[in-house]
C-alpha cells in the first residue's frame, strides 16, 4: 500500500471503493441487509462476534464509508451511528463509569450539554464547564476522578479556537482522555489525533453529507480505544443504513472540491459584513483579524475552512432587529443543520445557556450564517436588503 503519502483529497477520491471486487463499476453497491446467510451451521459459529455476522455490525456499504472516513482523518477505526448527537452521546457512555467526572467546554454544541445534564447526572457521571479559551490552565480544573475533557473547536456559536494541544498535555498528564466535536473542521481541516486528541467525533450530517438529506455520525479513534468503544456501541445496538451510508459516502466525494468553495464564498462575505456599519463583529476564525485567528493557522488547514461563522451587531441592537434581517433575506434559508451546499440563517443568543462565559455573551444581538455554494455576490446582495430591513 502507497496511500500513506497521498494528501487528503486524493484519499478522498480513492478510498472506500474496489472497482476490481465490483464488477468494474466506480461506486461501491449499496447493501441492504439484515440477515447474513452462511452456508452451514459451523460457519455460522465462527461468525460469531465478528462483524461480519449481522447486517447491524457491518455490510461492504458501511464498511467502505469507514474506510474512507479513516483515511481523510488518519483514525485506525470508524464507528457509524445514525446522528451526531447519537455519535457523542455513544463516545461519552464509552468512556465514563459512575463516580467519573467530565470537563465540558462551554461553547459546545447545546444538546451535548443536555445529555451531560440528563443521562449522565442520572448514572452518577459529573460535568463541569470550562471557558473554551482556558488552553493549560485546564490543569487546575482537573480533579482525581476526570476522565474526560471535551473540547469543541471553534465552539458552537461563539466560534472561540482551543488551544487543543495545550489542553491535551494537560488531560493526558492527569490520566484523562481528550474526544474533540469535529464537526466544524471536517476530516481535513485539522490534524485531529496529531494535536493530542483521542476520539473525534463528527455530526456527519453537516459536509460530509453534505447535502441536507442524511442524519449521521462518526466516531474515529486511534487503534488503542477501538475495543472500548466497540463495546458500548455493539451494546447500544446502534447502526445504520445501507442507503444512507452511500449517500454519505457519495457526500465525501466531493467534500473537498465543496469546502473551498464554501471557503472562498465566505471570506467574500465575511470581509463585506465586518466593514458594515451595523456589524460589530464576525466570528470566523480564518479570517485575518477575527477571534481566534492566530490558533487557526497554528492548528487548522486553511485550505479547507468551512461556511459557517457568527455575527455580533452594534451595540444597540435589538433582538427584534435581528428577527427583521433573518425574515428579509431571500436566499438564506431559516433552519437548523449547515453544511449543505445552500445557505443558512439564524438568530443566536448563547448568552442564555452558558454556565462559566454567559456574561461574555448576554445581551449580544447575532445571528449564525451557514455561507453556501451560491454565488457570493448574490449572498451578499442579499444580506445587503436585509441590513436595510434591519434599521425600518
Ligand atoms: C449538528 C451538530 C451535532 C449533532 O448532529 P446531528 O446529526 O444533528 O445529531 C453535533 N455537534 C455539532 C457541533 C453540530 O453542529
Redo the contacts with the bound molecule.
Sequence with gaps: MHDHDDLPATRLTHRGRNPKSEEGTVNPAVVRASTMLFPNADSLRKADGTRRSYGRHATDTTLALEDALCAAEQADACLLTP????A?TTTLLALLQPGDHLLMTDSA?D??RLFCEGLLKRMGISTSYYDPLIGAGIAALIQPNTRVVWV?SPG?HTFEVQDVPAIAAAAHAAGALVVA?S??ATPLGWDVFALGVDVSVH????YIVGHSDV???AILCKSPLEKTLRATYRQLGVSIGGDDAYLALRGLRTLAARLTTHRDNSRQVADWLREQPQVASVLYPPLPGAPGHDLYLRDFNPAYACGLFGVVFAEGTTAAQVNKLVDATRLFGIGY??GGYESLIIPSDPGSHRAVTSERWRGKAMVRLHIGLEDPADLIADLAAGLVAMKA
Aim: glycine content about 10%; cysteine-free; hydrophobic content about 35%.
Design positions: 446522528s451526531g448527537l447519537s457523542i454544541y444538546p451535548t469543541e458552537s466535536d464537526t466544524w455530526a456527519a450530517t453537516k442524519l449521521m455520525g443543520s449547515w
